[in-house]
């Protein structure tokens, strides 16, 4: 179930919506505009808001109740306090003059006496930071809450995306890497849709109360004009702001890509923990993980370097403009109550200018994230369901190729194969290692297309049919089996959830598992660990196998389902087995030659290609791989 509502086909469709020319444009007080064109490339994900829109429109209400608060209510506040607080006795506080004058407006003035005046400007104090305080907990909380429901729905996005494309791009990416990209990259994409939405949002509030104020102050008193002169210097911020941007896009691609390798090492070394100490390579181990860890240290450290460095030269230039601002108001003779009050929003005019230029860097880095996991959200579903679907009905299990070839890359895997298996046949493929076996039995779920020929199931091209209903005909068991961190009869139950217990239970007995299930602790509830890590390589495949029982396919594929098994364990499955393929169309992958006993028909594979086909007494006299292959695994055979 999609619990964000967004199928492949509405990402693609938001994705063009994408690439419209929508720009977010910045104003500054000097007309300048900063155009962050690369924003619109996270549009798409905007959906991700959808669910919680109310609660982003609360944290954008609060941002902006705070940004007023702070960029007009802080500077008014001192205005009005200090002259009260420290100017002496007999003065009232004037909160609106009057503005008769001025743009036709007819105000009296508004002024609390002076009896009431120092306990009215005292408590403002607390109102003023009281509702600053308020707002800004209720920005962060709700934008926080935000944040992690979209983090969960770019999650979900990229997984969900990942369910859909074949295995030959997991054979391209490692684990760790696309783990990096589900946990960390994705981060970069919810900064952007949330943080640096909720900035260009709310921080402009804070810069034109802050002007608001400044305006006010010099138009009620003469001599104030050229203290506007001082915001003059807000658009040379942009220049630092894009060449930093440039630097810091390109540090921070490294920067992930030094994180993927990192988690595709640490993975590689969790799953491997007894090959590593059965080799001594424990040292080499830490000596590989070290390297990696200093160059991701090394990569982090230049992304902090072009990160941290614009705020100090936005402070910098604030710095200047402040200067020149005191300056003009020393000139002009102006209280210090004012000048403190001005300097004070003329801070607070800056601070959101910092913070917007910010955003260039935010979305630089955001866009190094997003890069990566569009590479998942736009990798080709080389395996695709058909717009129209045709229905498998009574399948009988004939499965057919006509004039397949495959390859992974240029060098074909199987050439031109033709060959036709009739329902309830069990065949063996034997050839010897990268001949075509493994891919001539992933053909038949529809794992890989091929590039030209077909591959049919009762007379239907495999093509044709939904990939869900084809896989649910089939049933299959690997080599190397995996199962779930889950209980044992989950474990089972996979086979066909909607079964009754006491299918679950027969199943496992026909597959050799129930008496050691039954033997654990915690029996049917014992939990199987990691990759069954806490059974052993018997019990593991005994418990795939019973899967298989359960699921009553027409269609077997076993990838040498007994290998796992000791001699004991072996013979009774090999029973079980010839139980479960009466009826049934087999393919049986042979590594192991004393498996043949269940085939009634061999098909062997040399490079790509079927070259003999028959019975073991057949091929024994006519095809001189198959006698050098048998001979070599069973000395003496005959």
Known sequence: MNLWGIAPGAVR?????????????????GGSRLVVGEVKK????????RPVWGHF???????????IASGFGMPFLVSKVLPVVFGGEGRGIVLVRDWRGLAGLDWEPWVVPAEHALVFAVALLPVVFAVRAAAQFGNTYLLNFVGLRVLEGVRVMVFARLQALHLAFFKRHTAGDLISRIVGDTNHVKMVVVDVSNDLLIQPFTMLGAVAFIVYECLRQPGMERFLLSLAAVPLVVLPIRYLGRKLARRSRQMLEQTGTLSAVLVENLHSPGEIRSYNLEERERRRFGDVVRALLRSQMKVVKYEKMLSPLIEFVSACSIAVAIYQAAAAGISQETVVALVGALYFSYEPVKRLGGIHNRVKAGLAGLARIEEVLHAPVEVADPAQPVALERVRGEVRFEGVTFAYGRKPVLRNVEVCVRAGEVVALVGPSGAGKSTFANLVPRFYDPQSGGVFMDGVDVRRVSQAALRGVIAMVSQEPVLFDDTVYNNVLIGRPDAARADV??????????????????????????RGGALSGGQRQRVAIARAFLKNAPVLILDEATSALDAESESVVQAALEKLVRGKTAFIIAHRFSTLRLATRILVFDQGC??????????????PLYATLYRRQMPGGG
């Open 13 to 29: 469709a938001r994705l063009r919506w994408g690439r419209a020319r929508a720009h977010f444009v910045l104003l500054t007080p």
């Open 42 to 49: 996270f549009l798409p994900y905007y959906a991700c808001l």
């Open 57 to 67: 429109a609360g944290a954008v209400l609060c941002g902006a109740i705070y940004g």
């Open 505 to 530: 239970v027969l199943a496992a007995e026909q597959a050799g598992a129930r008496e050691f299930i039954e033997a654990m602790p915690l029996g049917w509830d014992a939990r199987v660990g990691e």
């Open 610 to 623: 079927i070259v003999a086909d028959g019975t073991h007494a057949v091929l024994m006299r006519t095809c």
